[in-house]
């Protein structure tokens, strides 16, 4: 791939924008390459959790940008029927990260502008850099968001503040959008990935499909009413019951012997 590297690391998936000379920006083969890295991840049995981050510069510094945006070379000769799907293709790839059975921690290092942004907010958890930056420019080029921007920041950070953000292509900086809520945590750059490969770890150890019917419970549930959703969650608490996970991990909680050491039986992924 020319523009995207993954790297496996036991349980843990490290999928890296590495577009230097354009700031990472998303063109459509660097869409087709995550999505081609996605097929790969869903294929490996033995991941459990995915972190997704920007690559360095062209002079190696790794913290100037997560992904400046969607490529705006291509974009600006596209015709109207060419602007439809090449927002189609980016909402198609998005919308993978977001139904991604495995969750998927965005570790978001400079600028996350435009599709950057877009792509951050389908992640599950999302934790930047002190130096990070996000904004939805996109009316002072003549277009509306296209990846997603005007369904997930409102679903994010509020109505309000999207449509301030939205409407007035102000970027704001990483202490405001751990204020709206935009991600959880801001570190320093140097300790972005540690803080991201930590809690992926974190994850992973505990029980992946219970993890996985959580991803799924969540994200099926806030689409849907209340009675409905606590039904979902019915369902998929339930079916941890047929799974070697919930007999180990209640097996360990319950054992109560003084005299011997609990035993840690490690999740199985069945």
Do not use: H, W
Not at 181 to 197: D, H, I, T
């Amino acid at each position: 791939m020319n523009n995207v590297t993954l790297e496996i690391e036991g349980a843990i998936a490290v999928l890296t924008i590495t577009r230097p000379a354009a700031l990472n920006a998303l063109n459509s083969e660097t869409l087709d390459e995550i999505n081609a890295s996605l097929t790969e991840i869903e294929s490996n049995a033995d991941i459990r959790v995915v972190i997704l981050t920007g690559g360095p510069d062209k002079k190696g510094n790794a913290f100037k940008s997560f992904v400046a945006g969607a490529d705006i070379g291509e974009m600006s000769t596209l015709t109207k029927a060419e602007g439809e799907a090449f927002g189609k293709k980016g909402n198609d790839v998005f919308r993978r990260i977001e139904t991604l059975p495995v969750p998927v921690i965005c570790a978001i290092n400079g600028f996350a502008l435009g599709g950057g942004c877009e792509i951050a907010m389908s992640c599950d958890i999302r934790i930047c850099s002190d130096n990070a930056i996000f904004g939805q420019p996109e009316v002072g080029l003549g277009i509306t968001p296209g990846f997603g921007g005007t369904q997930r920041l409102a679903r994010v950070v509020g109505v309000g503040k999207a449509k301030e953000m939205i409407y007035s292509a102000r970027n704001i900086k990483a202490d405001e959008a751990y204020r709206i809520g935009l991600v959880n945590n801001v570190y320093p750059a140097e300790e972005l990935m540690p803080a991201a490969k930590k809690l992926a770890s974190i994850i992973a150890a505990n029980a992946p499909i219970a993890v996985r019917a959580c991803k799924k419970a969540i994200n099926d549930g806030l689409d849907a009413a209340m009675d409905d959703a606590i039904v979902i969650e019915e369902k998929l608490f339930g079916s941890c019951f047929e799974t070697e996970d919930q007999k180990a991990g209640m097996g360990n909680f319950l054992e109560k012997d003084p005299e011997k050491k609990l035993k840690v039986v490690p999740f199985q992924n069945k």
